[in-house]
T-cell receptor, first 113, second 115 residues
Framework: DVKVTQSSRYLVKRTGEKVFLECVQDMDHENMFWYRQDPGLGLRLIYFSYDVKMKEKGDIPEGYSVSREKKERFSLILESASTNQTSMYLC????????????FGPGTRLTVL | AQKVTQAQTEISVVEKEDVTLDCVYETRDTTYYLFWYKQPPSGELVFLIRRNSFDEQNEISGRYSWNFQKSTSSFNFTITASQVVDSAVYFCALRISGSARQLTFGSGTQLTVLP
C-alpha cells in the first residue's frame, strides 16, 4: 500500500518561529511536491523536487524553503513564520513519468499566531 | 499558461440524486493529462481518474462517470445515485506533457449529500 506521511496533522506556531514540515514517501518516487491549500484557491504549488538535492520553485515560493537530502524525505521550511502562512499544507509524490497521478499525504494544518 | 476552472463552489443534493461536477480547462499544449481527486473530511486527496488528451472515450466506474470533451475543453464528473459518503471536496487538475513539474488544480467543488 502506497504511503505518503506527514509529520504532524496539526501544528500551532508563533509569528517569527522557524517551522519544519516533514514528508516521507515509501514508494521510491523521484518527484516530491509541497502545496498549500486555502479556501477558494485550490492547491497551489510551493516547491517541488525531482531528485535528491534538486529543487524548483513553484507558484508561491516566497517565505518558504525546502530540503531534500534523501530520496524518500522532503522538508518544507518556514524560516520566519507569519500569520499569512496559516494554511493546510499537503505533500505529494509521483514517479518520474508525467502521466502518473500524484499521491498525497494527509496534510498538516498549520496555524501561526 | 494552464488554467482549470471549477465554477461550482458548493453543491448540495439529497441522497440518491445524480450530480455533475463541472471542470473546464485551458492549455495550448496538444498533449496533456486530466485528473479528478476527491478530498474527504479527513483531508487526504484520493485519486479518482486520469485521462490523456488523445483519449476522449467516456469512462464509467460504478456510480462514477466522466465526460471528456476536447471541443469544449471540459472534463465533467457525474455521480449517479449519490450517497452521503460522497460528501467531499472534488478537484479537477491538469498536467501538460513533458512537465513532471506539477498539477494545475481547480479551486474545488464542495459536494454535500444530505440524507
Amino acid at each position: 500500500d502506497v504511503k505518503v506521511t506527514q509529520s504532524s496533522r496539526y501544528l500551532v506556531k508563533r509569528t517569527g518561529e522557524k517551522v519544519f514540515l516533514e514528508c516521507v514517501q515509501d514508494m521510491d518516487h523521484e518527484n516530491m511536491f509541497w502545496y498549500r491549500q486555502d479556501p477558494g484557491l485550490g492547491l497551489r504549488l510551493i516547491y517541488f523536487s525531482y531528485d535528491v538535492k534538486m529543487k524548483e520553485k513553484g507558484d508561491i515560493p516566497e517565505g518558504y524553503s525546502v530540503s531534500r537530502e534523501k530520496k524518500e524525505r522532503f522538508s518544507l521550511i518556514l524560516e520566519s513564520a507569519s500569520t499569512n502562512q496559516t494554511s493546510m499544507y499537503l505533500c505529494a509524490s509521483s514517479p518520474m513519468t508525467n502521466y502518473n497521478e500524484q499521491f498525497f499525504g494527509p496534510g498538516t494544518r498549520l496555524t501561526v499566531l | 499558461a494552464q488554467k482549470v476552472t471549477q465554477a461550482q463552489t458548493e453543491i448540495s443534493v439529497v441522497e440518491k440524486e445524480d450530480v455533475t461536477l463541472d471542470c473546464v480547462y485551458e492549455t495550448r499544449d496538444t498533449t496533456y493529462y486530466l485528473f479528478w481527486y476527491k478530498q474527504p473530511p479527513s483531508g487526504e486527496l484520493v485519486f479518482l481518474i486520469r485521462r490523456n488528451s488523445f483519449d476522449e472515450q467516456n469512462e464509467i466506474s460504478g456510480r462514477y462517470s466522466w465526460n471528456f470533451q476536447k471541443s469544449t475543453s471540459s472534463f465533467n464528473f457525474t455521480i449517479t445515485a449519490s450517497q452521503v459518503v460522497d460528501s467531499a471536496v472534488y478537484f479537477c487538475a491538469l498536467r501538460i506533457s513533458g512537465s513532471a513539474r506539477q498539477l494545475t488544480f481547480g479551486s474545488g467543488t464542495q459536494l454535500t449529500v444530505l440524507p
